[in-house]
């Protein structure tokens, strides 16, 4: 209640994972009446040899419809295998060999949702390659399926600072400005063990500001998002 009275937000992203009831896509037809959405989910399976659960996907295509969505936006990441869902986004592991099975994937989807795809890419619990090498992946998957990116620079930030690598800004350099469609800021924050993680908890930091503004004037997408999954100020 309290967010249907903000009027001053000018653009809500809903993911779509927890309106798949009846009284959720209700709830969604109305959201849609009273703000502008950006629509996007958590299990498409963009990078796994598996490729999207066909039941998902269909649920997905009629809540997209219902918000007559331009465009949808998922995760380039493993999310399950046939038998199983991961409790956690994992990252692509075999991008070098692996540009068909995407590419195919992700065409997939923009077919079977009529809509064409943003693909995010994610926080990395481990680490199978450089970032740069993912970034050139992605870039070469738009190439090649169309699809676009949205581009999450906390995300860039916390595996640099976990993982090392090129730096944020020079990953930036990399990306070409009519590939990026969307930015997401978030906060994080260090966890007991040293690691630092995309919490969505917290308002972004001068590092994530910082990396959005250059990403903003290199890449000029058309919005941007700050997530927060918990602590909304």
Not at 68 to 83: G, I, S, Y
Not at 110 to 136: K, S, T, W
Request: with cysteine; glycine share 8%; net charge negative.
């Amino acid at each position: 209640d309290d967010l249907m009275r903000a009027g001053d937000i000018q653009l809500l992203e809903v993911t779509l994972d927890g309106f798949m009831t009846p009284g959720g896509r209700r709830y969604l037809g109305k959201l849609a009446e009273d703000f502008a959405l950006v629509t996007h989910s958590l299990s498409l399976n963009l990078a796994s040899p598996w490729g999207p659960d066909s039941a998902y996907l269909k649920n997905v295509r009629v809540l997209l419809d219902i918000v007559e969505a331009k465009f949808h936006t998922d995760h380039l990441a493993v999310t399950n295998t046939p038998e199983y869902w991961f409790p956690q986004l994992t990252p692509p592991l075999l991008i070098n060999g692996d540009l068909e099975n995407a590419v195919r994937n992700v065409s997939r989807v923009q077919e079977a949702l009529g809509r064409p795809m943003l693909l995010e890419n994610i926080a990395n619990f481990f680490q199978p390659y450089p970032q740069e090498e993912l970034v050139d992946f992605m870039t070469r998957i738009c190439n090649e399926s169309g699809a676009r990116l949205l581009l999450d620079v906390e995300n860039l930030y916390a595996n640099w600072l976990n993982f090392g690598g090129e730096e944020p800004e020079g990953l930036l350099n990399r990306m070409l400005p009519q590939h990026v469609v969307g930015l997401h800021i978030a906060g994080g924050r260090v966890d007991q063990t040293g690691f630092y993680v995309d919490a969505h908890d917290s308002c972004p930091g001068e590092p994530e500001l910082r990396l959005a503004e250059i990403a903003a004037v290199k890449l000029a997408p058309q919005y941007a998002i700050i997530e927060f999954d918990t602590a909304v100020p």
